[in-house]
């Protein structure tokens, strides 16, 4: 694995080539998720890990797996890791594990993880298809911590459950506190918050190249 | 020919070696799972019958948070649950059974019902599972009312699948609180047309300080409180008239579950 391409991976993943931003990739668990920055956090983690450990076995296994069958392979792969960590999360860390409900299962129809296997894994050694994995899931859970922060703080005026807005507002002489805003809640908040920052981002990349 | 076989002998030992590694994770951690799970129930009935730990006072919770927030010794929540909370279980008549259409007790012939003793032995309070629907699937909670059926003592929800962040908010402290003396009165002479409980979109006063007859709403989360509000106005009703009509059983088999050990007659939790 040259450095060379180890920053191209990485510069690809997290930047130019992020699988939120500018692939609009896994945008379903983008706008699911996003409300409370733990639960991202959490689901943002499992990704990273389904990814990355994917990537590795499908490029161990690249030589040998018939091209026919290559999808069904995947997708076997991805199911068995997102089971486990359905598994672990029920069995070290129950309350979380209630709290992502389904979506934690929902994983396996994430269209970054299947994108990266076919695109880059099955093509690449383990330790770069490894490290892919890895950087995908983290351009993925940043964007949506980004995202969750800004939701969470708005919409409940809490980040990780800790009460931020309305003792701010106190402390500024509004008597009222925080009104939460309900938008920011809902699926249109999530819309709302990823327009801005894919607007943001976009504009960033323009700059740079002009 | 040769490509075929190989293709299918690939995707056969593969399936069976993932298969195996999942197995074996599933299997060793399968007691510890149960265990989580059954301590989360344990931990909710206690809830919904007001009995906490020690050191945690419900008013100074955050709003948002939920039973997990609360920490609890897996040996204290053992020790109470088996301590204060006795089970029975109590036979549906059929006239009680026109009572339950569409209920998820529709098709059974008899109901578990838990209750708290205090320290004289005296039943304090009646609780039971609810089931209702909510925006995604089913809602499982479980519901605690007062002994003389006057007042709801607490509720908790044990299962569900709604939007988090929205109707997934029913977990909440901020939302189960006004189910604390929440007024019943509706179930014992209210007309049959109008619902017993009642959703308003802002309380100003919780039901500890003012009990009334009502609950608040949560932004956005129409269709689950609805589901919530019908599971109590549907279930609520027809415990009361089930325990009711059975009370001179569970005073005959009060001195007999008091005396056993794990205080169950006629089945275990979570059956």
Known sequence: MTSSKTIDV???????????TVQILGICSTLAVTNIFLN????????????AFSALTISLMRNIIPARVRMMVQTLIIASFVVIVDIVLKAQVPNISKALGPYVGLIITNCIIMGRLEAFASSNKPAIAFLDGVMSGIGYMYVLLVIAFFRELLGFGTILGIPI??????????????????????????????AIFIWISNNISMVKKS | MKKFLFTISFMVILTIFF??????????????????????????????????????????????????????????????FKKQIKKIRLPITPDQQKLLKNSFLSWKDSVDIFFQI?????????????????????????????ADFKKMVGIDFIEQVET?????????????????????SGFQDKPRNLP??????KKNKTNIEQSTNSLQAITGATQTVSGVLAML?????????VIRDNEHIITYNLPKVLNLRDGYIGGYIGD
């Open chain 2, 164 to 184: 988090p962040g929205l109707g997934a908010r029913i977990i909440e402290s901020e939302f189960k609180y006004f189910f604390r003396n929440l007024d019943l």
């Open chain 2, 233 to 241: 106005n549907s279930d609520l009703g027809f415990y009361i008239t």
């Open chain 1, 40 to 51: 991202t956090l959490i689901m943002g983690l499992g990704l990273t890990f389904v990814t």
């Open chain 2, 19 to 80: 298969i195996s590694i999942l197995a074996f994770i599933n299997e060793s951690s399968k007691e510890r799972i149960a265990n989580n799970l059954e301590m989360q129930r344990y931990k909710s009935i206690l809830y919904a019958f007001n009995i906490l730990p020690d050191n945690v006072d419900e008013n100074r919770l955050p709003s948002t948070s939920t039973i997990n927030d609360i920490f609890w010794d897996e040996e204290k929540i053992e020790e109470n």
């Open chain 1, 10 to 20: 990485i510069k690809e993943d997290l930047w130019k080539n992020n699988p939120v």
């Open chain 2, 196 to 201: 017993a409980v009642i959703m308003v979109t």
């Open chain 2, 118 to 146: 205090n320290k004289k032995g005296e039943i304090v309070a009646y609780g039971f599972p609810l089931k209702g629907k909510g925006l995604w699937g089913t809602i499982t909670a479980f519901g605690v009312v007062s």
């Open chain 1, 165 to 194: 807005m309305d003792p701010l507002m106190r402390s500024m002489g509004f008597a009222d506190g925080w009104t939460q805003w309900a938008f920011m809640i809902m699926a249109p908040g999530g819309f709302f918050m990823l």
